[in-house]
């Protein structure tokens, strides 16, 4: 069966400081694999998605990246956090077309 | 830039009531999803609709996807307190072999036993 795995769950980060996420799937291959982030207990924006190896795309300009070094596995990071990327971080894969997505548990930043 | 604007924001209710929830948009989607999600997890999916006018069941849950396929109805019959959570209703589009979600804010639904 197919998981998803996100850590930390929590992180705590001083303003300046850089940021490395990473999300892992297993028991799929060439999943397309996005970047969340949900403000406070509300809706969800995506940062960015990936639909292979080396290929991001970028749906809001902000102080952070993504990279896709292996097929299952996203990395979102950030040379200088910024107090704006305080929220809560969602990793997400899918297969296909009305397949759904399946998130993984997400990281809660503060960045102080 | 497609939006999706969910109604109510914020719903309280007894248990044994009955609420219906919706999600309209004046784009046209693929799909149309929706999740539940419980505070400090990843939203988890409920159902997916495809075909315009279609109607699942999920034991007391059931969702309808509009004619158009502009909007969506989530109905939850006989709220038990476990349905307590967030829902999310979020549309499809496809695009460069992607399958983009563009989510509501949300729903907070609390059943009070």
């Known amino acids: 069966s197919q998981t998803i795995h996100q850590w930390p769950a929590t992180l705590v980060q001083p303003v300046g400081s850089p940021l490395s996420l990473e999300c892992t799937v297993e028991?799929?291959?060439?999943?397309?694999l996005y970047w969340y982030r949900q403000a406070a207990g509300r809706g969800l924006q995506l940062l960015f998605y990936?639909?292979?190896?080396?290929?991001i795309s970028s749906e809001v300009p902000q102080n952070l990246s993504a990279s896709r070094p292996q097929d299952r596995q996203f990395i979102l990071s950030s040379k200088k956090l910024l107090l704006s990327d305080s929220g809560f971080y969602l990793c997400a894969w899918n297969n296909g077309a009305n397949y759904g997505y399946t998130f993984g548990s997400g990281t809660r930043l503060t960045v102080v | 830039t497609q939006l999706l604007e969910q109604s109510p924001q914020f719903l309280s209710i007894q248990e044994g009531e009955n609420l219906t929830v919706y999600c309209n948009s004046s784009?046209?989607?693929?799909?149309l999803q929706w999740y539940r999600q419980e505070p400090g997890e990843g939203p988890v999916l409920l159902v997916t609709v495809v075909t315009g006018g279609e109607v699942k069941k999920l034991k007391r849950l059931t969702f309808q996807f509009g004619d158009a396929r502009k909007d969506s109805s989530l109905h939850i019959t006989a709220a038990q307190t476990g349905d307590t959570g967030l829902y999310l209703c979020a549309g499809e589009v496809t695009g460069a072999g992607s399958y983009q979600l563009t989510f509501g804010k949300g729903t907070k639904l609390s059943v009070i036993p």
């Open positions: 990936s639909v292979g190896i080396g290929q």
């Open positions: 784009s046209v989607f693929s799909s």
């Open positions: 028991g799929t291959s060439n999943p397309n």
